[in-house]
């Protein structure tokens, strides 16, 4: 269809455009043609809008479709024109079947309105990317790495798979009650200030290198690892944390305390929290909790219970030990 379509418009067509030359009753003709026929059918209205843009002015007028299902492909020939993109937003709702890469695009600046993505959108190294358009739903995995133009999230973004955000340097904020179906991966952000209440996710969540996070929803529930490396600013954790799998707090030097009867599923590693004073009475680590270089922390607790080693490795102040946990602790230099 695309090939027939083109022919016609090439041998009969051109001249007149570029000539604004008036049409023939036979012309005409052809033009009534067309638009029956994309009348009939959404997507040959998308291609025939695409080679009237070949053109460079609109050959017949159309009206506005609210709803149409394009291919990757086909959603590429908008970026593939770049001019042409503008065409887009000219239909209500956008639908692509499948996954769509746009990571070659690196002076995309937006997206189209009402956008959903069946399977994962990558728009990893998209510099120019600003904003991302209301009610985007990507039932896959959305890749957002090293966009380091884009400063917020729409509100209703959906995301079935990983929501990756890996070097958003100017990300300051997520929506609420966010719903993340995969991990969240969120490493140096260095302008993210703190997460949302009502986040949802149901993977990882890696925040490492946030240097200006500062704090943490209080209802955050964690049902994989929650790495919080390095993050400088962080003093404090909510009381009510749960953390399924590894919790990962090494050289957060700010931090000061953990929650009351914190429960981690897998280990902890509190290596370098230079400024951590003590332990919470019932903390409950399911395997190695890591205490290097805890230069402030002298005791252990009694009611400590720790399912794998104690790594007391680096320099230590630590001289109080329950007998029941000496037997795991291993020293280093």
């Known amino acids: 269809m695309i090939h027939h379509l083109r022919q016609i418009i090439e041998s009969q067509i051109e001249e007149l455009v570029f000539q604004a030359i008036p049409l023939t009753k036979e012309q005409e003709e052809l033009y009534a043609w067309v638009k029956k026929l994309i009348t009939k059918d959404k997507v040959n209205q998308y291609v025939v809008r695409k080679i009237q843009q070949m053109y460079g002015r609109a050959i017949f007028t159309t009206d506005k479709v609210t709803e149409i299902t394009l291919s990757p492909e086909q959603f590429k020939v908008d970026l593939d024109m770049r001019t042409g993109f503008r065409t887009c937003f000219e239909y209500g709702k956008i639908h692509?079947?499948?996954?769509?890469?746009?990571?070659?695009?690196?002076?995309?600046?937006?997206?189209p309105e009402n956008l959903s993505v069946a399977?994962?959108?990558?728009?990893?190294g998209c510099k120019s990317l600003t904003s991302l358009p209301e009610n985007l739903s990507v039932g896959g995995r959305l890749?957002?790495?090293?966009?380091?133009?884009?400063?917020?999230?729409?509100?209703?973004?959906?995301?079935?798979?990983?929501l990756n955000l890996?070097?958003?340097?100017?990300?300051?904020?997520?929506?609420?009650?966010?719903?993340?179906?995969?991990?969240?991966?969120?490493?140096?952000?260095?302008?993210?200030?703190s997460l949302p209440e009502g986040l949802s996710v149901k993977g990882k969540i890696s925040l490492g290198y946030c240097e200006r996070l500062t704090t943490l929803p209080e209802s955050l529930i964690v049902k994989g690892d929650l790495s919080l490396?390095?993050?400088?600013?962080?003093?404090s954790l909510p009381e009510s944390l749960s953390v399924g799998g590894v919790l990962n707090l090494g050289w957060c030097e700010s931090l000061t305390t953990l929650p009351e009867n914190l429960i981690v599923g897998g280990k902890l590693n509190l290596k370098g929290c230079k400024s951590l004073t003590s332990l919470p009475e019932n903390l409950s680590v399911g395997k190695d909790l890591d205490l290097g270089c805890c230069r402030s922390l002298t005791f252990l607790p009694e009611s400590l219970s720790v399912g794998g080693a104690i790594m007391l490795e680096g320099y230590t102040s630590i001289t109080s030990i329950p007998i029941s946990l000496q037997s795991r602790c291993l020293y280093g230099s």
């Open 96 to 111: 692509v079947a499948g996954d769509l890469d746009l990571s070659e695009y690196t002076d995309l600046e937006t997206l």
């Open 119 to 124: 399977g994962h959108l990558n728009l990893r």
């Open 143 to 162: 890749n957002l790495s090293q966009c380091t133009s884009l400063s917020s999230l729409p509100e209703n973004l959906s995301v079935g798979g990983s």
């Open 166 to 193: 890996g070097w958003c340097e100017s990300l300051t904020t997520l929506p609420e009650n966010l719903i993340v179906g995969g991990d969240l991966d969120l490493r140096c952000c260095k302008s993210l200030i």
């Open 229 to 235: 490396f390095a993050c400088k600013s962080l003093t």
